[in-house]
C-alpha cells in the first residue's frame, strides 16, 4: 500500500509563506518523479511544480518561478514545496503526487499516487 502524506497547509496573509511536505510510505513506491498540482474551487487541477527524485530535474508553472521552490529529502522520503511571497489567487487544495516513469512531469495522467490534499487560503 502507497500512501502520500501532505502537511503543511493553512492559513496565510498575502506576501507571506508556508512550506509543504509531502511524505511517502510504500516500499511498492520507487518514485522517478514527485509534483505538487493544486485545484482551486470550480477549476481544474493544476501542475505547480515538479522534479526527478535523483534531484537533476525541478519544473515549474509560469506562474510560480521564483517564487515557488520545490526539493527532496531522499532519507526521509519527502519533497516539500517552499511558497514565497503568496497571492489570494493561490489559495487551493494542493496536492502531492508520485510518478513511476518517464512521463510528463506536467501532467497529472503521468503520476500514479497522489496524496488526500492540504487546504492553503492566502488572505488579502
Known amino acids: 500500500q502507497v500512501q502520500l502524506v501532505e502537511s503543511g497547509g493553512g492559513l496565510v496573509q498575502a506576501g507571506g509563506s508556508l512550506r509543504l511536505s509531502c511524505a511517502y510510505a510504500?516500499?511498492?513506491?520507487?518514485?522517478?518523479?514527485m509534483g505538487w498540482f493544486r485545484q482551486a474551487p470550480g477549476k481544474e487541477r493544476d501542475f505547480v511544480a515538479g522534479?526527478?527524485?535523483?534531484?537533476?530535474?525541478?519544473y515549474y508553472a509560469d506562474s510560480m518561478k521564483g517564487r515557488f521552490t520545490i526539493s527532496r529529502d531522499n532519507a526521509k522520503n519527502t519533497v516539500y514545496l517552499q511558497m514565497n511571497s503568496l497571492k489570494p489567487e493561490d489559495t487551493a487544495v494542493y496536492y502531492c503526487?508520485?510518478?513511476?516513469?518517464?512521463?510528463?512531469?506536467?501532467?497529472?495522467?503521468?503520476?500514479?499516487?497522489w496524496g488526500q490534499g492540504t487546504q492553503v487560503t492566502v488572505s488579502s
Open positions: 522534479l526527478t527524485w535523483t534531484g537533476t530535474s525541478t
Open positions: 503526487a508520485g510518478r513511476e516513469w518517464n512521463g510528463d512531469p506536467y501532467r497529472s495522467g503521468s503520476y500514479k499516487y
Open positions: 510504500g516500499r511498492a513506491f520507487r518514485p522517478y518523479g
